[in-house]
């Protein structure tokens, strides 16, 4: 009975990080800004000139930034696009 180990490729694990930010981010978006402002669950009552529109494009913008940074295999920017919407999705 033979055994291989194959060794485990980090240059795979490293490329799918970025893409895992990205889909955690998009993730993040949908759960907590788009489906209660689409259902009418939240208001956003943090500032009288922002309502919750401006919110879930804030999101739209920080998760198609983190796409893009995870395209171009910028992990570090994707991560911190993905802090961000965390951020955002705290605050809202």
């Known amino acids: ?3 291989t180990t194959q060794a485990i490729d980090w240059r ?3 490329a799918l990080i970025p893409w895992l930010s990205t889909l955690f981010a998009w993730l993040m978006w949908a759960g907590f ?3 209660p402002t689409v259902f009418g669950l939240h ?4 500032f009288p000139a922002a309502n919750n529109a401006v919110y879930v ?3 739209l913008t920080l998760c198609l930034a983190a796409t893009a940074a995870a395209s171009m295999q910028h992990g570090v920017r ?3 696009f993905t802090g961000s919407v965390l951020l955002l999705s705290y605050w809202f």
């Open 57 to 59: 494009m804030m999101g």
């Open 33 to 35: 800004l788009l489906v």
């Open 78 to 80: 994707a991560i911190f």
């Open 12 to 14: 795979t694990i490293h």
């Open 43 to 46: 208001y956003a009552g943090m």
């Open 1 to 3: 009975m033979t055994h």
